[in-house]
């Protein structure tokens, strides 16, 4: 990506966000945020406060930040925007995502999860709790010239996974598949999840930013199709090797490795296993590109 003459007012931009802005498992020069730095040349400057496991949180969560690599819900998305402090006034690019961590992927994942409890939590964390934000988000970003992208999410499984993979992704959050369903029942039901979250939380992130009613604020789409899905033809998204430990291939997992294991007790097992493999469903590079180049289009900077 070149630079382009055609967003010269853009020299600052800001990253709130959860794992997906964060970048899981990426190198820093692949991470999108620094995708579009690039872009935009030499003399914008980034500050990234987005980090994996970030809830929206409506409800204050304490205690200490982590590694980015590292799930945790704190600081929240919120409080991400609330302690923003350098010169925000002077902010010409907020970058604004988060939502699936307050539904929480397991829900999205568990094929017992009723259709109904899956869309009001979506609505509440996608509509209500962005809402409220995205108000946080422009009462602190106060130049007439910032534009706020508010960035949606991507179908994680589709009918175009590889289904002997699926099993695997879905113990890695702690599921199982139901001894009483057929396997491809089951299967199907993660499925079915996976594109009603999509679809849902699309619209309901549509709503909030037309609800929030200021010109700043632009919605953008991921772009990713069913095709690019975890364990997909033409995947996006980072998978996890087929052999017997399900270990991440992403490009900092020895980092993150080491980092889940200063976050994680030896009690805390499940939770540092996860934090190992925490890139599994997130951009991978190409991914990655894929959203800077719907972000540099909605910028006029394509």
């Known amino acids: 990506m070149e ?34 730095q690039k872009a935009l040349g030499p003399a914008v400057t980034l500050q990234r406060l987005a980090h994996s496991g970030a809830i929206i949180g409506l409800t204050p969560v304490n205690g200490p930040a982590r590694d980015g690599e590292v799930p945790v819900p704190q600081p929240t998305i919120l409080q991400q925007c609330a302690a923003f402090n ?87 959050h702690g599921i199982a598949l139901p001894a009483f369903l057929e396997d491809d029942v089951a299967i199907g039901g993660v499925i079915s999840h996976c594109q009603q979250f999509f679809t849902e939380s699309t619209a309901f992130l549509r709503q909030a930013v037309t609800a929030a009613a200021d010109a700043r604020i632009v919605y953008v789409d991921s772009g990713f199709t069913d095709a690019n899905s975890v364990f997909a033809p033409e995947a996006l998204l980072w998978g996890l090797q087929s052999d017997v430990d399900l270990s991440p291939v992403d490009e900092v997992a020895p980092q993150r490795h080491a980092a889940c294991d200063v976050a994680f007790d030896l009690l805390q097992t499940l939770e540092r296993e996860q934090c190992y493999r925490a890139s599994a469903g997130h951009p991978n590079p190409a991914g990655a590109r894929q959203f800077a180049k719907q972000i540099l289009a909605a910028i006029g900077a394509a």
């Open 86 to 172: 350098d010169s925000p006034a002077n902010v010409d690019l907020v970058l604004v995502d988060g939502g699936i961590n307050d539904v929480d992927v397991r829900t999205i994942l568990n094929p017992l999860v009723p259709a109904g409890v899956l869309s009001a939590k979506t609505q509440a964390a996608c509509h209500d709790a962005m809402l409220v934000l995205l108000r946080n988000v422009a009462a602190k970003f106060t130049a007439p010239q910032c534009r706020i992208i508010v960035t949606g999410y991507y179908p994680i499984i589709s009918g175009q996974s590889d289904v002997l993979s699926i099993p695997a992704f879905l113990g890695l």
């Open 3 to 36: 630079s382009n003459v055609l967003a010269p007012a853009i020299r600052r931009i800001v990253n709130l966000g959860d794992s997906v802005p964060w970048g899981q498992g990426l190198a820093e020069a692949d991470k999108y945020d620094a995708l579009v």
